[in-house]
């Protein structure tokens, strides 16, 4: 079988080279492509993908299994201090796409966090929207709006950098992580202007998803790549200054609860959540890989203490009662997004800060 690679480039200094068959290459040009290089320079990360049972061991690293519903894999990691980082994945299970999607988020994102935490970088959970003082980065765990608050902003023509990741630096500045946005079909009730920009095609695949939801009963509720272009024309790409940061969270409480924070507490929250996504491979590995895992957790920590030591931290706690577009809402207000305040006409995104 003919195998395919493309190189990718985050934050304008993690080269990262995908290789496998078309149909690999092809899910990751559709995830990356914006930021797609020429292969002239060696990759800080190789990740090789194919299907099979049985993935070539690379010398000095380990095998590792795992899956979640009906993909499963096996990656051979290559030894953690090596440059280029190192993995060969195989899949099995499906449908492929739904496959590469995991892959995607647990292992190759992964060696990208350690390259850029190699780097004094690192890639925060969060969501990222620019006006002309700065970025904003919403930080919060998956189910808490930073998608949705993306496509209400772009379909609004404001600028957006990420909808779910960040790249940010000890500086601080900001890039876009060059993602393709994850909808899912209340993407119609939630940001209805998003939905009405949305091709016909992916309108009526989102549409099919929901009914395969509530056909089995939420076991299978996949969300739908969608790029950003779909939605709107105000990406960013960075780098820009980091200005504020607001952590989401949710609570039982009767009502919200919006509180300025410490630049050490916004470090801790951050630093917990990259714990938790790390988790996803971080678990599965043992020995040298462990301990370059928690490295790179500490190295990620450092870089956001100096980050955060001039970016003030404000903490919105959302009650669980609440539906989402009411959370929306408030986390819009939160973070001055409201449709009633648009852009000034003419004005620009932020002036990259060096």
Sequence with gaps: ?????????????????????????????????????????????????????????????????????????????????????????LLAGGPPSFALSLVQGYVVEAFVALALAAQGRVALPGAGFATPDGVTVVLGRS??????????????????LSDDQVIVDAEPRAWRYPRRLRLYPDIRRTAPEAWARLPGRTRSAL?????????????????????????????????????????VDRSDRDGPLVAVRSPAWGGQQAEALLAEQRSRLGSAVAGEWARAFEAALQAERRTLDTALTTVPVT????????????????????????????????????????
């Design 1 to 89: 079988m003919t195998e395919h690679a493309s190189d990718y480039r985050f934050a304008d200094s993690v080269r990262v080279r995908v290789r496998g068959p078309e149909r690999v290459v092809r899910h990751f040009d559709a995830e990356y492509g914006e930021a797609g290089v020429a292969p002239l320079e060696a990759p800080h990360v190789d990740v090789r993908l194919g299907f099979g049972l049985r993935p070539v061991h690379i010398p000095g690293g380990l095998q590792v299994s795992g899956g979640h519903k009906s993909a499963r894999w096996r990656v051979a990691l290559g030894a953690p201090d090596s440059v280029p980082l190192r993995a060969h994945v």
């Design 315 to 354: 903490e919105l706690v959302l009650p669980r009662c609440w539906d989402v577009q009411r959370s929306i809402e408030a986390l819009q207000d939160a973070v001055g997004l409201s449709p009633d305040t648009p852009p000034a006409p003419g004005a620009r995104p932020p002036t990259p800060s060096r």
């Design 143 to 160: 189910g808490a709006g930073k998608t949705t608050l993306a496509a209400r902003t772009l379909a609004g023509g404001r600028w957006v």
């Design 207 to 247: 549409t099919s998803r929901e009914w395969l939801r509530r056909l089995t009963r939420g076991y299978v509720a996949p969300s739908l790549a969608v790029p950003a272009s779909a939605v709107g024309s105000t990406v960013v790409a960075g780098p820009l200054p980091l200005r504020r940061l607001v952590v």
